[in-house]
Nanobody, 124 residues
Framework: QVQLVESGGGLVQAGDSLRLSCAAS????????MGWFRQAPGKEREFVAGITWSGGSTSYADSVKGRFTISRDRAKKTAYLQMNSLKPEDTAVYYCAADRSRLLHVSQDYFDYWGQGTQVTVSS
């Protein structure tokens, strides 16, 4: 069993940066693929970024490529999402998720554990 807790959200202006953290409990965290998803009001939850258990491979949605960076610290059992050059359209609740398969999926259907979410609001 893995429990995930996100933090780091907030209200920022366009062009600012934020770093989200996802703290995990459970001994097997280091073997899971980690992902970040987001859900804006009235929209479906969408994939943002993913990272394999080793950190050797990452994947990003086209909308965030070049602006967001996903990383993980296995010793600290924490995953991160560094968000730079934020835009109003990045406003959403951001969720981290863990996938036991060790593969780099983009579909939320593959992710087994989810955090409660953290709100990111970007004003123009």
């Amino acid at each position: 069993q893995v429990q995930l807790v996100e933090s780091g959200g907030g209200l920022v202006q366009a062009g600012d940066s934020l770093r989200l953290s996802c703290a995990a409990s459970g001994r097997t965290f280091s073997s899971y693929t980690m992902g970040w998803f987001r859900q804006a009001p009235g929209k479906e939850r969408e994939f943002v970024a993913g990272i394999t258990w080793s950190g050797g491979s990452t994947s990003y949605a086209d909308s965030v490529k070049g602006r967001f960076t996903i990383s993980r610290d296995r010793a600290k059992k924490t995953a991160y999402l560094q968000m730079n050059s934020l835009k109003p359209e990045d406003t959403a609740v951001y969720y981290c998720a863990a996938d036991r398969s060790r593969l780099l999926h983009v579909s939320q259907d593959y992710f087994d554990y989810w955090g409660q979410g953290t709100q990111v609001t970007v004003s123009s």
